[in-house]
Structures are given as C-alpha cells and as structure tokens.
C-alpha cells in the first residue's frame, strides 16, 4: 500500500506538491522533510488490490478530502486510513465487432485522476477492480499495433466530451 501527502491547493497531478511513501507490513508510514503548510492524504491499497483509493477522513475525492496542519519539525500522528473494498467495472473492447485484445482501459475520477487500470485479454475482456464510489468515465486506449485512436466512455473522442457515469458503494 501506499500514502500521498497532498498539500493543499495541488492537483493530483502537481507532482512538486505530492510526497509519496510505501507503507511498512504493519500499515505504518512516515513522511519526512516537510515545509509548514495544510495537507491531505491519499491512501491507496497494493497493486493489483481491489480497495479502493481514498483521501484522509474518508473521502472518495481530493475536492470532499479534510486537511490538517503540519509544522515544520514537528511529527503528526494519528493520521490513519481503513481501505474499503471497491467496485468493479466490466467490458470488452472492440473494433467492428471483432474483439480487440491488448487495449488498455481506465477508470478517471470527478477530479481527472485515474483511479483503476486494466489490460484487455485476447478476447478484448478487461476488469478494472479497485474503482471507489462516485462518479467515473473511462478512458479507453488503444494496443499498440493496428490503427486506432483513444476514445471515452459513450463514444466520446476527448477527455472534455466524455459521459459520467455513478459507480456504487462496493
């Protein structure tokens, strides 16, 4: 498993305002080093696990996440998360009708982070396990050989086009 701190006002993708670390055996974790600011976490389970990705408090994303303070120096503690297990999501890709195996397919949050993953079998089957509670797209990309292009949930040929859709509670 792993931890992220987020300090306050980043994106998920500001890599400058995220600190990573894996977690110990036990859960444990500690983050050093850290500049005085407002912070979140985001906890995520192991690779391949199916609990599903969650920020410190609870939430499911970085807009419901809480935050606390941490002072330069000084350790905080008692900032702990309980993994959920996660929903899962099903499909097959295709192309004409035919399978299209090898294709990648993405699960993207409300807030763009991309929150499960999987790889489509030969048969153009994929399962993306892991997928928190809310709302979902999916990104589907395509193998490396023929000629295809990305596309999205619905059809949609950009990120910006894409359909939403709820996923619930596991």
């Known amino acids: 498993a792993s931890a992220a701190l987020v300090k306050q006002g980043a994106t998920v993708s500001g ?37 599903a990705p969650q920020y410190w408090s609870g939430a499911s994303v970085l807009a419901d996440a809480s935050y606390f303070t941490v002072t330069a120096g000084h350790s905080e503690t008692g900032k702990d998360a309980v993994l959920q297990p996660g929903s899962s999501i099903s499909g ?16 993207i949050d409300a807030d763009g982070r991309a929150v499960a993953n999987a790889t489509a079998g030969s048969d153009g089957s ?10 979902m797209t999916l990104e589907f990309g395509p193998p490396f050989f023929g000629n295809f292009l990305p596309q999205w949930w619905s059809g949609a040929s950009t990120a910006a086009d894409a359909q939403y859709f709820d996923v619930p509670q596991a």
């Open 15 to 51: 890599l400058g305002n995220l600190f990573f670390t894996s977690t110990a055996p036990d859960g444990s974790f500690t983050i050093t080093g850290l500049a005085s600011g407002s912070y979140t976490l985001a906890f995520t389970g192991p690779y391949g696990s199916t609990f």
């Open 92 to 107: 097959t890709l295709s192309s004409a009708g035919a399978p299209l195996g090898s294709g990648t397919v993405q699960a």
């Open 126 to 135: 994929y399962t993306l396990v892991g997928v928190p509670a809310g709302s």
